[in-house]
């Protein structure tokens, strides 16, 4: 009887050391599907950081090609403006003579 006792014991131990293994795999895996997981994350947010960025620089481009094209027009009304006073003053004048 008592050899069946330590041989049931080492049965249960040998169980107990394989659940252990199996745990520990399983665990493991666990561990590098987690960093797999942590790793994609960090690509992807890296990925949409740069395409926030270029983003950004396109619609800053574009807001200075705006600014360039109001300019532009600005100076050309000034132009129009200040070519419509020599007329009228030019008008002025010889009204005046």
Do not use: H, P, Y
């Not at 620089?57 to 705006?66: E, I, R, W």
Request: glycine share 8%; aromatic share 2%; hydrophobic share 50%.
């Amino acid at each position: 009887m008592r050899k069946f006792i330590i041989v049931s014991m080492a049965a249960a131990a040998f169980s107990l050391a394989a659940c252990s293994e199996k745990t520990q795999q399983e665990t493991s895996e666990a561990a590098d599907a987690m960093g797999n997981d942590v790793a994609a994350t960090g690509d992807a947010m890296a990925e949409g950081a740069a395409d926030a960025a270029d983003a950004t620089a396109a619609a800053a481009d574009d807001a200075g090609n705006a600014v360039e094209g109001t300019v532009n027009a600005a100076g050309d009304a000034a132009a129009a403006a200040g070519d419509k006073i020599k007329e009228e003053t030019a008008k002025a004048e010889a009204n005046d003579q």
